[in-house]
């Protein structure tokens, strides 16, 4: 990974974060939608 030069590790790095917003905000997303179901359900 510290092989490639400064430019390609950031985007790397970059990417790595954007995927780990994305996922984090549709697991939130998610869980609002289960508590949503689970209310209505009770």
Same mark, same amino acid.
């Given at each position: 990974?510290?092989?490639?030069? *400064? $430019?390609?590790?950031? =985007?790397?790095?970059? +990417?790595?974060?954007? &995927?780990? /917003?994305?996922? *984090? $905000?549709?697991?939130? =997303?998610?869980?609002? +939608?289960?508590?949503? &179901?689970? /209310?209505?359900?009770?």
């Amino acid at each position: 990974m510290f092989v490639l030069n *400064n $430019g390609m590790g950031e =985007l790397m790095i970059a +990417v790595s974060l954007g &995927i780990a /917003a994305i996922v *984090n $905000g549709l697991l939130l =997303l998610a869980l609002k +939608v289960v508590r949503v &179901i689970v /209310a209505k359900g009770r």
